[in-house]
């Protein structure tokens, strides 16, 4: 049987090694990409609230403001600007999930409002009150007390990317696995020749052929065995 022979035995070993040791590695990459894009996503939503600080600290007019705010951001996320006056402005997405809600949500956050009081920066993922919908919030203070830039945007865009990721390692593990197989079974054969000839010039023997000659495949331990 084939799985009792050493050719099964020595290609099942090298099988399980790499499939055990490709296992850990799926692992630490998915968790890799995942907080990789997750850094991404945040450090570019961190430099669209600095240039709209900026924007805010150099203009008055609050329509030029929110023109180029629309312009600069990413169409995916929403942009919400509290000004110094108290007045609070959202931004359009065309995600209809972030468009349907209130920017009253985050002021109410105490975290958002520690941080808009301390005029700190924020990086922060929630779950918005009510909902099950995840998203990631960036808060930028504007210089000279000028107010404070949040961004904020669901994870489905992270999530897109993640699965795309897990799809692409999932591939290369499968290549990897059947490329595996082939030079396991191809080694097992090469290993296992010789003992094979070995064992039929040993039955040769045991019948009285003593002429039998066993021929030199390899020129390694086996071979001069």
């Known amino acids: 049987m084939f799985w009792r022979s050493v050719v099964g035995k ?3 070993t090298i099988l399980l090694l790499v499939s055990f040791v490709l296992f850990i590695l799926t692992i630490l990459l998915l968790e890799f990409f995942e907080n990789f894009h997750i850094q991404e996503a945040e450090k570019a939503m961190m430099q669209t609230a600095t240039k709209i600080s900026m924007l805010v600290e150099q203009h008055d007019e609050k329509d030029v403001i929110m023109e180029t705010t629309e312009r600069v951001k990413n169409p995916v996320s929403r942009v919400a600007i509290v000004f110094d006056d108290g007045t609070t402005w959202s931004s359009n997405s065309i995600n209809d999930k972030l468009q349907e809600l209130n920017v009253t949500w985050l002021l109410q956050d105490e975290e958002i409002e520690n941080a808009i009081s301390n005029r700190e920066s924020l990086k922060k993922q929630t779950t918005i009150p009510e909902t099950e919908l995840e ?6 203070p504007i210089e000279n ?16 990317t993640k699965a795309e990721t897990t799809k692409l390692i999932f591939v290369a593990a499968g290549i990897a696995i059947v490329l595996t197989t082939v030079f396991a079974f191809f080694l097992s054969t090469r290993i296992t020749a010789p003992l094979i000839k070995m064992r039929e010039a040993a039955f040769d023997l045991t019948r009285g052929e003593f002429h ?6 390899t020129h390694d331990e086996i071979g001069e065995l």
Do not use: E, F, R, W
């Open 10 to 12: 020595l290609a099942i």
């Open 212 to 217: 039998t000659k066993v021929p030199i495949l």
């Open 145 to 160: 007390n000028s107010g404070t830039v949040l961004i904020y945007q669901t994870l489905d865009v992270i999530d897109q």
């Open 135 to 140: 998203v990631m919030i960036v808060l930028y």
